[in-house]
């Protein structure tokens, strides 16, 4: 008696759940990364599952997909990448796991640049530098790009996507706006950044902060003893006052770099991945917050 209520009970739960995902199912969407996945929340909503490949802290360049990884792209409807050659392994993931669903380049649109002049010539190509989205008139350029995506492949919700990026774009805008208020703040001549590996590219350009960084933008390439000598030799004649450790990237280096310099480490900052959600730069808004709070404090004297 007990048993055939408990089945009739569970058979009417599961009818219900069925129906109701019929009727209102989410979108499954892949980010390859976390701050992309953010980016693509902020503008689906409820109407939009986001499972990201590479996770908060962890480094897109050199990543090394894992085992369930072609299985959420198989079950994915939408796949988004950011694209100029950030993600070197997906094409091949893709192509693996047999998927056939769009996918979406954030990046399309964007100015691209070169990867910054770190002092020296890389003989076979300068590459693209890919971490657009440190710019935030590019994010909302990433925005839009999510935006027409979702609409394209659940054109039912277009209207629901439309007002959530315009509420996102409208937050970027102030972000946009602090951020020049931030870097407007700090002395001209204190407006240069050591970081790791070249990821602010496009902040730099953005915002007129110049970065130099012993690794180039990606963090699969080594710095040769030559570079790091090099940055510390320009530390000690630009009279840089800090460098900053980034949370993809093997802080010993820039120890080394600010011990034999004499800069300070300013803090840590966010350039490839957010942070785990009871971090500091768990969302992009609070990433590039964090990291102008970063720069700002380390490069205003006192
Ligand atoms: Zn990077």
Redesign the pocket.
């Known amino acids: 008696m007990f048993l055939t209520v408990l089945l009739s009970g569970l058979g009417s739960a599961l009818a219900l759940g069925s129906a109701t995902s019929q009727e209102a199912a989410p979108i499954r969407a892949v980010a390859t990364f976390s701050i992309l996945g953010d980016l693509v929340r902020q503008v689906g909503g409820d109407r939009v599952v986001v499972s990201t490949l590479v996770g908060p802290d962890a480094?897109?360049?050199g990543y090394n997909p894992a085992p369930g990884d072609a299985r959420t792209l198989l079950e994915a409807q939408l796949v988004f990448v950011n694209g100029i050659g950030?993600e070197g392994w997906i094409d091949r993931l893709i192509k693996a796991s047999g998927s056939k669903a769009p996918v979406i380049t954030a990046s399309t649109g964007v100015a691209t640049i070169a990867d910054q002049d770190h002092g020296h010539d890389h003989g076979k190509d300068h590459a693209v530098d890919?971490?657009a989205w440190q710019s935030i008139p590019n994010a909302k350029r990433y925005v839009a790009n999510i935006r027409d995506g979702l609409a394209r492949v659940d054109p039912a919700h277009a209207a629901a996507y439309a007002a959530n990026a315009a509420a996102y774009l409208a937050r970027l805008d102030a972000l946009d706006a602090r951020a020049r208020a931030a870097i407007a703040a700090i002395p001209a001549d204190q407006r240069r950044v050591i970081t790791t590996?070249?990821?602010f590219g496009y902040f730099g350009a953005a915002y007129g902060l110049r970065f130099i960084a012993p690794q180039g933008?990606?963090?699969d390439s080594e710095a040769s003893p030559r570079d790091v000598a090099r940055i510390i030799r320009q530390i000690r004649k630009d009279k840089i006052p800090a460098v900053f450790l980034e949370n993809?990237a093997d802080p010993r280096l820039m120890q080394q770099i600010a011990k034999e310099s004499g800069a300070r480490i300013g803090g840590k900052v966010y350039?490839?991945a957010l942070s785990k959600p009871d971090g500091p730069a768990a969302s992009y808004i609070d990433m590039m917050t964090n990291n102008l709070a970063a720069f700002g404090s380390a490069l205003t004297p006192p």
């Open positions: 480094d897109a360049h950030f890919p971490h590996h070249d990821a933008v990606s963090s993809i350039s490839d």
